[in-house]
T-cell receptor, first 116, second 109 residues
Framework: EAGVAQSPRYKIIEKRQSVAFWCNPI?????LYWYQQILGQGPKLLIQ????????DSQLPKDRFSAERLKGVDSTLKIQPAKLEDSAVYLC??????????????FGEGSRLTVL | QKEVEQDPGPLSVPEGAIVSLNCTYSNSAFQYFMWYRQYSRKGPELLMYTYSSGNKEDGRFTAQVDKSSKYISLFIRDSQPSDSATYLCAMASDYKLSFGAGTTVTVRA
């Protein structure tokens, strides 16, 4: 079974530029998550999709971050304009069931963003 | 107050030692308790998974949950250099999964 695929693995941009990250979850997984992990901290949920509907985006900075999951499969996370504090690893995860119902999350290797 | 508190360490132990990790939490609604292991520059992977209070053992790993104290622990027996990683506790209720800050562990050969 193929794992969660993310790209690009690394991205360096200047502040106020835009960036997009792509995620392809494990086949058949209905739930997709985007987490932000700042160095030395645990992952922080940005947005959670169930199929192609949003379950939770309460911690997504909507003035600069956007995410979509077309056709309930792969997903894109965009940041525009980027700030210095957006430097982090962006982790995508998927699960067959919701975490709160016992679903196990499978993570990709992450996309490391550096904002200069 | 954060929902999940975890001492970030770092923790350094000699090979063969017992590693003890723990987290506290404030949300009584959490029902599922997990430990994820994250190697450097990799995504987290599920290590242990428990539901409600009690102990669960898997090889060299033991997870404990005490819901009355809102406290969970992970013990690693006979630690190996390959156990060197960051260990993240995570807790779930309904659709929500919350992570601790992670404890970085180094096992010295």
């Amino acid at each position: 079974e193929a794992g969660v695929a993310q790209s690009p693995r690394y991205k360096i941009i200047e502040k106020r530029q835009s960036v997009a990250f792509w995620c392809n979850p494990i086949s058949g997984h209905a739930t997709l998550y985007w987490y932000q992990q700042i160095l030395g901290q645990g992952p922080k949920l940005l947005i959670q999709f169930q199929n192609n509907g949003v379950v939770d985006d309460s911690q997504l900075p909507k003035d600069r971050f956007s995410a979509e999951r077309l056709k309930g499969v792969d997903s894109t996370l965009k940041i525009q304009p980027a700030k210095l504090e957006d430097s982090a690893v962006y982790l995508c995860a998927s699960s067959r069931r919701l975490a709160g119902l016992g679903g196990e999350l499978f993570f990709g290797e992450g996309s490391r963003l550096t904002v200069l | 107050q954060k929902e999940v508190e975890q001492d970030p360490g770092p923790l350094s132990v000699p090979e063969g030692a017992i590693v003890s990790l723990n987290c506290t939490y404030s949300n009584s609604a959490f029902q599922y308790f997990m430990w994820y292991r994250q190697y450097s520059r990799k995504g987290p992977e599920l290590l242990m998974y428990t539901y409600s209070s009690g102990n669960k053992e898997d090889g060299r790993f033991t997870a404990q949950v005490d819901k009355s104290s809102k406290y969970i622990s992970l013990f690693i027996r006979d630690s190996q250099p390959s156990d060197s990683a960051t260990y993240l506790c995570a807790m779930a209720s309904d659709y929500k999964l919350s992570f601790g800050a992670g404890t970085t562990v180094t096992v010295r050969a």
